[in-house]
C-alpha cells in the first residue's frame, strides 16, 4: 500500500531524530522507511509505531518544535529509535505532532538489531508492575509543555489539549 501525502495541507515542520549509530542516509524519508520495510519478513509485520501529540497554543512554533525536538530525543532516539515527525497546524486551534518510531534499535555499526522483547518491570515483591514507558511517554511531553507554557503565563496548567487532559497542573507527580 502507497500513501500519498504530498497535497497534505497544514504542515509547518518536518524532522528525522536519528541515532548517532545511523547511517546519514536515513535523513531521506524514503530511504529510512524502505530500510525498515526490507529489514521485516512476515507480511504483517508491524514497521512502526505512531504518536499524535496536541501542543500548546500559547507556545510559539519555535517552542513548540523545540518541546517536541526534545521530547523524541529524550524517550525515543535516547533508546536506539529513529522519530520521524510531523507537526501540523492549519490555523484552527490544533496544533499537533505526528511522530512515527521504528520498532527497531540500532547496533553501533547502524544495522536493525531485532525488535525488542517485552521485559517486565518487577516491585519489590515480585508482581508486574503495569506502567510501560508507552504510558509514561504522554507524562512526560505534558511536564515539558508545563515547564515551557508556565513563562508564558499559562499558570502552571496544561492546556485542555494536552496528553492528559484539562487540569492537570504542575504540581501533579509527573516524570520527565
Not at 84 to 94: A, E, P, Q, R, V
Request: hydrophobic share 30%; charged share 25%.
Amino acid at each position: 500500500m502507497i500513501h500519498d501525502y504530498t497535497r497534505k495541507r497544514g504542515i509547518v515542520h518536518s524532522e528525522i531524530l536519528l541515532p548517532p549509530n545511523a547511517p546519514p542516509d536515513f535523513q531521506d524519508r524514503g530511504t529510512l522507511w524502505n530500510s525498515v520495510e526490507q529489514i521485516e519478513k512476515a507480511c504483517n509485520s508491524q514497521l512502526a509505531r505512531e504518536l499524535e501529540v496536541a501542543l500548546p497554543i500559547e507556545l510559539s512554533r519555535e517552542e513548540q518544535v523545540r518541546i517536541v525536538r526534545a521530547y523524541c530525543s529524550s524517550q525515543f532516539v535516547s533508546r536506539g529509535m529513529c522519530a520521524d515527525f510531523n507537526i501540523h497546524d492549519t490555523g484552527s486551534g490544533n496544533p499537533h505532532a505526528h511522530i512515527l518510531l521504528t520498532m527497531r534499535p540500532m547496533d553501533e555499526r547502524g544495522k536493525w538489531l531485532p525488535k525488542s522483547k517485552k521485559e517486565y518491570v518487577l516491585d519489590e515483591s515480585g508482581e508486574r508492575i503495569r506502567e510501560s514507558p508507552i504510558q509514561t511517554w504522554p507524562r512526560s511531553l505534558t511536564t515539558r509543555c508545563i515547564r515551557c507554557c508556565s513563562p508564558a503565563g499559562a499558570n502552571g496548567k496544561a492546556c485542555a489539549n494536552s496528553p492528559t487532559g484539562p487540569g492537570f497542573t504542575a504540581s501533579s507527580p509527573a516524570s520527565a
